[in-house]
């Protein structure tokens, strides 16, 4: 009977009933959240890249730029190689232009959940602690919601991600360097445990090397690509804006597809909406909540507009989207081989070890922080690291598709409950961005209290400051 009823959750999940309306609800949500807050991606656009390197308050907590790289790490996966030349393989190159308008609107879902994040965060020791579960217990008094939301998270993330990050490597260096899986996995296992236990300090050390490495080693060669091509541009701007609106006829189908397959990479991309980033968000010691909602809205611009667009650049002046014949990470080594020869393979793996990897570390610590939210005992924070590093191991033997199709199910399920959440609470989030709006417009350095909002409750550290 249980499989019964997954086999149906799962199957209109994969024939895009759930991804319709899950998608319908962020489109929805994300333009009140822009209007809502006078566009505040395109507002404050440029004071995200000053807070971004903005010092932490004492030495508790993490900095901005140590948060802002956990949740990159998790965001910046496989899909910014493999799911957009699928979605170019499927709905053309107007599929980009889309990509690129549901991450604008995105910037302030992302803005609004994470700076509910920072408001309801916890204290941890010397760190913090916070989330959808957490602002779900703290703003609502619905401590069962966020306990049902901590476990979807633990599962999606924790243990089904990482199984699926850790069978992209292994297939990769199977395919490429001919190493065998359980050797890659072996590996794996030991480099997760060494980062995991060291604790969310040793994970931010990691992270802000990591992803500065990566990101750049990537767009590096997309901008090698794009100089050496400097003439096409223009023609590939034309490309994507024509076929995104359905006046070429495009692979897939015309404007639905192409609108289809980029409003779906791009949200499941970035992740904005979907209550994982707020985990990140809430571990960085700011002095004001909106800081660092700026600061992870700018990480789904980092994400789908840079990223996504390097990979997206790459296949469309390859040209080989048009054949039909290839898709996914084939499209993507078929396309790098065009422009710089033979060793794209071998460049591809690489970039899909550190992408899928440093996805690894972050996902462990979304599951972390939500394990803590369920049961503060450590027994279940180690209980759950070993599971972590078992899944880890699990995905560089095992086929997964069918783990990747139950992780879509959780993570829709996931994304509504956290939509819904952030909805009733999008006020508090307006009002913390009135406040810090004010104080810079006095030219402060905005500081919050929780004072600051009448009636505001649960506000626990914001508190504390103000004593």
């Given at each position: 009977m249980v499989m019964d009823f997954l086999n149906w959750m799962v199957g209109p999940f994969n024939n895009f009933i759930w991804t319709y309306i899950l998608i319908g609800v962020l489109l929805v949500l994300g333009t009140y959240f822009t209007i809502r807050t006078k566009f505040v991606q395109v507002r404050l656009f440029g004071e995200m890249f000053r807070l971004i390197f903005e010092k932490k308050e004492s030495n508790d907590g993490v900095s901005p730029f140590q948060a802002f790289t956990i949740s990159a790490a998790s965001r910046v996966g496989t899909g910014n190689v493999t799911g957009v030349a699928l979605a170019i393989g499927v709905g053309g190159p107007g599929a980009v232009f889309w990509m690129w308008m549901i991450a604008v609107i995105g910037m302030a879902t992302a803005f609004i959940e994470s700076t509910l994040a920072q408001v309801y965060k916890v204290r941890d020791g010397d760190t913090f602690r916070g989330g959808p579960a957490y602002y779900m217990q703290k703003a609502l008094g619905l401590r069962k919601l966020g306990i049902v939301f901590a476990i979807l998270l633990t599962l999606c993330f924790g243990f089904i991600f990482n199984a699926v990050q850790s069978n992209t490597i292994s297939q990769s260096f199977m395919d490429v360097f001919g190493v065998k899986d359980w050797v890659v996995g072996l590996?794996?296992?030991?480099?997760?445990?060494?980062?995991?236990?060291?604790?969310?300090?040793?994970?931010?050390?990691?992270?802000?090397?990591?992803?500065?490495?990566?990101?750049?080693?990537?767009?590096?060669?997309?901008?090698?690509?794009?100089?050496?091509?400097?003439?096409?541009?223009?023609?590939?701007?034309?490309?994507?804006?024509?076929?995104?609106?359905?006046?070429?006829?495009?692979?897939?189908?015309?404007?639905?597809?192409?609108?289809?397959?980029?409003?779906?990479?791009?949200?499941?991309?970035?992740?904005?909406?979907?209550?994982?980033?707020?985990?990140?968000?809430?571990?960085?010691?700011?002095?004001?909540?909106?800081?660092?909602?700026?600061?992870?809205?700018?990480?789904?611009?980092?994400?789908?507009?840079?990223?996504?667009?390097?990979?997206?650049?790459?296949?469309?002046?390859?040209?080989?989207?048009?054949?039909?014949?290839?898709?996914?990470?084939?499209?993507?080594?078929?396309?790098?081989?065009?422009?710089?020869?033979?060793?794209?393979?071998?460049?591809?793996?690489?970039?899909?070890?550190?992408?899928?990897?440093?996805?690894?570390?972050?996902?462990?610590?979304?599951?972390?922080t939500n394990i803590e939210f369920i049961n503060g005992n450590k027994i279940w924070l180690l209980i759950y690291r070993f599971c972590v590093l078992g899944m880890v191991m699990f995905g560089a033997l095992a086929s997964v598709q069918v783990v990747w199709d139950m992780a879509d199910l959780f993570m829709g399920m996931m994304a509504i409950i956290n939509l819904l959440v952030i909805a009733l609470l999008g006020r508090v989030a307006f009002k913390v961005l009135d406040d810090f709006t004010m104080q810079r417009k006095q030219g402060l350095n905005p500081v919050f209290k929780a004072e600051s909002i009448p009636g505001l409750k649960g506000a626990e550290c914001w508190e504390d400051e103000q004593k």
């Open positions: 590996v794996l296992v030991f480099a997760t445990a060494i980062i995991i236990f060291g604790g969310v300090k040793r994970i931010v050390k990691v992270t802000e090397l990591v992803v500065p490495i990566m990101a750049t080693f990537y767009l590096f060669i997309a901008l090698y690509i794009v100089i050496t091509n400097l003439s096409e541009i223009p023609a590939v701007f034309n490309l994507i804006i024509s076929h995104a609106f359905g006046l070429k006829e495009v692979v897939g189908g015309g404007i639905g597809a192409a609108m289809m397959q980029g409003i779906r990479r791009g949200l499941f991309s970035n992740e904005a909406g979907m209550g994982s980033v707020p985990n990140a968000a809430a571990t960085a010691n700011v002095s004001h909540p909106a800081k660092q909602g700026l600061v992870q809205s700018l990480g789904v611009f980092f994400d789908t507009i840079m990223i996504c667009s390097a990979t997206a650049f790459i296949i469309i002046l390859a040209g080989l989207y048009t054949t039909g014949e290839q898709d996914g990470i084939i499209l993507t080594q078929a396309s790098m081989a065009v422009h710089v020869g033979s060793w794209a393979p071998y460049f591809v793996a690489i970039a899909i070890l550190f992408f899928a990897f440093s996805s690894i570390i972050g996902n462990y610590y979304y599951g972390e």
